[in-house]
């Protein structure tokens, strides 16, 4: 009888903590949202590229500003630029907090660079339906890097990811492996295979698988408090946006040569308005890409280069030479316009021959244009009257008058001219001219 009475003060005791804790949480989930954790979330859904790892950088310092417990990161990337790649894993490991990547919702995948940035994360998280892997590293148009390059790619990356994982105790092989052979596997294999910590349906679900787990970061052990938090969704904006579209080496590289080709316009033809216009948006927006994109000022100073040995052409009687000069100039700024030594983040050859080819042809139009112009006879005033033929309306000796386009002038010639006789003007002194005969006449 003691045991039995001894078992259920036991079940009863445990039913009123039991009780107890859950009156707890359900009072710590209606608590006032301002006294409740925070937890940032980030919202990845596309390629890899700077303008990205600008909008996880700043959404991971405003969350260590304003004292967030967690950064969760939801990702959806067929992958994206490798040195992109590494700076937003390098963001992670040093931030203040925990930063989770999540990879949801259900059918989306971690591909590549994010299947490298989800490994690289302090939890990382997958929901059902969803794919992580495939982290071979490609050239930028897709295609395989070859040679010696392909193997010193992949061994760096290889050890950068093995340490990585390796730190975060993750399966450092299943990595390797994932880099090597380009192996992808499910969540629930991602699970079972500890490339992954957390399969979670939604949000709110992995809020509460995270709740209460600890994690060592810099040396400091970081407690999950996240069941009843509050997750405040930090918005891409229109920078962000703009930045997505034209922050691409190749875009960039076209709009400063939009910018260059209208600007010159508008210089070479004042009034025309929208050459000027145009050159001006392009050169505005190729200055704000260039804030998340490496740009190296040697490659700057060659295009500059290029466009004084243009004009110079002009001035100089070079026979081709300072063209020449021009052209090689502007060919070696496009290819060193960009500080990096990964293909992704320079310009393409596809969009640098053409380029410089249409940049090139437009100068020497234009130049052809200004010397026409320039060697081209006087067409109004006095000078534009030297040469033209007229018509004697009465005989000329040493004066008398001629019609020269259709006005009538008083003239002189050197030699008796009959009336009615054609007469070209071969000089202007104020309003007299002074003619003689025609010989076409």
Not at 101 to 115: D, N
Not at 186 to 205: F, G
Not at 368 to 387: D, H, I, N, Q, Y
Not at 398 to 408: I, L, N, P, Q
Request: aromatic residues 6%; neutral net charge; contains cysteine.
């Amino acid at each position: 009888m003691n045991s039995k009475r001894s078992v259920c003060v036991f079940l009863a005791v445990a039913l009123a903590v039991l009780f107890v804790f859950e009156g707890i949480r359900a009072e710590e989930d209606r608590k006032d949202p301002a006294t409740r954790p925070l937890v940032y979330r980030l919202d990845v859904d596309g390629t890899i590229n700077p303008a990205v790892a600008d909008y996880l950088s700043k959404g991971i310092a405003k969350a260590e500003e304003d004292n967030a417990t967690a950064v969760i990161i939801t990702m959806d990337t067929p992958g994206g630029v490798l040195t992109t790649t590494k700076t937003i894993i390098k963001d992670m490991l040093n931030a203040k907090l925990p930063v989770v990547v999540f990879v949801y919702p259900g059918g989306s995948s971690a591909t590549s660079a994010g299947a490298l940035i989800t490994m690289g994360a302090d939890i990382a998280a997958m929901a059902p339906g969803t794919n992580i892997g495939a982290a071979h590293p490609v050239a930028g148009g897709g295609e395989e890097i070859s040679g010696t390059m392909s193997e010193k790619v992949i061994n760096d990356l290889t050890a950068y990811m093995r340490g990585v994982v390796a730190k975060k105790g993750r399966n450092a092989d299943w990595a390797e492996k994932s880099i090597t052979a380009s192996v992808s596997v499910t969540a629930k294999e991602a699970l079972e295979l500890n490339v992954i910590d957390i399969v979670a349906e939604s949000i709110p679900d992995l809020l509460k698988e995270l709740d209460g787990k600890k994690i060592e970061k810099d040396g400091m052990t970081m407690v999950f408090n996240t069941r009843a938090a509050r997750v405040e969704k930090v918005a891409h904006g229109y920078r962000f946006k703009i930045l997505d579209v034209i922050a691409n080496p190749n875009v960039v590289y076209i709009l400063g040569m939009l910018a260059l080709l209208g600007i010159m316009m508008e210089l070479y033809n004042p009034g025309l308005i929208f050459p000027g216009v145009l050159g001006g948006l392009c050169l505005l927006l190729t200055l704000f890409a260039s804030q998340v994109l490496p740009i190296n000022y040697v490659g700057i100073m060659l295009i500059i280069l290029s466009v004084v040995l243009f004009v110079l052409e002009l001035k100089v009687p070079s026979f081709g030479l300072l063209s020449i000069g021009a052209i090689v100039s502007l060919t070696l700024g496009s290819v060193m316009l960009f500080e990096t030594g990964e293909t992704a983040m320079r310009v393409s050859w596809a969009v640098i021959v053409p380029t410089v080819a249409m940049v090139s042809a437009f100068f020497i139009f234009a130049m052809g244009l200004a010397v026409k112009a320039w060697r081209s006879k006087p067409r109004t005033g006095g000078l534009g009257l030297v040469g033209e033929v007229g018509i004697a309306l009465s005989d000329l000796d040493t004066d008398g008058k001629v019609a020269v386009h259709g006005e009538y002038w008083n003239a002189s010639a050197d030699s008796r001219i009959p009336k009615g006789e054609r007469v070209r003007v071969i000089r202007v002194d104020n309003l007299f001219l002074k003619v003689t005969r025609d010989a076409g006449g």
